[in-house]
């Protein structure tokens, strides 16, 4: 049978959508027509946000521009998606583009919502997770010779889960450095009972331990309600802490243009509901990865935001999208397995390692490798295969 021309749109070019536009770019022949719509011009890896933070990285050095992916065949649209017609199989943006598909793939991730905690942005807290404050963030902290450094997890779901404990053991590392260490409390705050939830008790207290043997104080169960005259953290179990130096990982909502889409979330849900093998929504032929998503493991945990499963997820509806269109009758039945990994680093350059398999038969199993200098220059090698292999 012959092939009709297709076209595939792209709705985000982060981590699963880069992936994904590759992928289907070798696998289909040149008449299918990919394109790729982000409102940003530039991809940024989130893990750069800490090599910043510990001063092995510049902001300026680590944008890679989204016009390369023309030298791959891949169209780019730099626009704002404004909402989606699933019946007319059509993509309006803000630039008044109506763009039609056969086959959709949201891969939006997330919106941050600071603003919903009262006086955070007022009394000078620090986003880690926006990678244009943290240039300003890691010259505060080499600023101060003593005082309270509150690292604090706003909510959940948040991506990367390690981060902000990374990011404390960063923070640790650099005061060690400068000598003033000792003059500088710190500490990390979440709402939850155990520091990873979605990699369960036994990796959460040798995070716990790790952070003890840093002097980096753990505190549980504290969800921080407001910030008060720059100086005070109220949190929802009554607590009062104070502070110099505020870093949030703020709270995450789906993006706006997903609400504005009638039909993509039902009715209580806040993330886009996927099968958790094929990753279709309800729509004909329209995919949904990564950050975006909510792909439910068990009552407790589900899929942990994260740029490794949102590839994982790219991969198998790119597979999907290629067998169907070159009708290839020896598919394998591509299907997500759920199994991902991450480098947890822990400062002086070195870095361990957790791996996950969400869907295994008995639940849940989760690893975590010793931390090592090896591992380091893994993660390291992570951004540099994924950025040479998307967009150089
Ligand atoms: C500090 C930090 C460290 C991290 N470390 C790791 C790590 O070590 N390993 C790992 O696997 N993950 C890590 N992550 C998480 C990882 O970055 C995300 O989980 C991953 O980027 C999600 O991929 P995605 O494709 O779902 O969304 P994203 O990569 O966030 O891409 C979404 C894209 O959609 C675009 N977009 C959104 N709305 C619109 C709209 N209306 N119109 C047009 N474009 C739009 C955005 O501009 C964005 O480019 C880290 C994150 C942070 C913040």
Redesign the pocket.
Known sequence: MLETRSHIVI???????LTAANMLRKGLSAEHHIVV????DYFL???V??WILGGNRRLEDSKVSLSNLKNKGIEFLQ???IQIDFHKKIVRTKLSKQIEYDYLIL????DFAIEQINGFTENRGFN??DATQVPKLREKILSIKGGNIAICITDIPY??PP?PYEASLIIDDILTQSGIRDSINVDLYTPTQIALPVAGPKISQDVVNLLNRHNINFHPLHKLKRVINEKELEFGNGDMMDYDVLIGIPPHKI?M?VANSPGLLKEGENWINVDKFTLRTNYENVFA????TEIKVNQYVAIP????F?EAEAKVVSQQIIDEITNNNKSQNPRFDGKGY??MEIGGKKAGYITADFYNEAGPITKLEPPSQELYEKKID?ERSRLAEWLL
């Open positions: 709705l985000g070019a982060g981590f699963g959508g719509i982000d409102k940003k890896m989130g893990v946000n800490l626009d704002d998606v891969g939006l991730g997330v880690l997770y991506k990367c981060a993006p243009m990865i990564g950050d975006v935001k994260a740029g490794i949102a991450c480098f992570f």
